[in-house]
């Protein structure tokens, strides 16, 4: 269960998204890929045409663990903390596409538990 603010393009989300079906087709006891994963994605961003893109991006995923939210994030909705095991936000990168913040990971993404 991840918050994803500033979404759009959609790398991140689509990202998450993929580890999410992946992680649980692979830890089923199944076996069985065609089970909908038991976390989820929220998506937010507070420009609605980067909504449209990111919408867009996200859509050939065909995931039913997506929702796509438009607010200011010092606006958001309150979600309860038990509810989230992470929040993601895109490191500020340094105009050479290399993450300029600390603690980012290798993809310039930074998680919060």
Known sequence: RVLDMCAAPGSK??????????????SSSSGGSNQTPTGFVVANDADAQRCNLLT???KRMCSPCLMVTNHNGEQFPRISAAALHKAAAAAAANGNGAAAAAGADDQGYMLFD
Do not use: M
């Open 13 to 26: 989300t689509f990202q998450l998204l993929e580890q999410l079906h992946t992680f649980d087709s692979s």
């Open 56 to 58: 867009h991006q996200t």
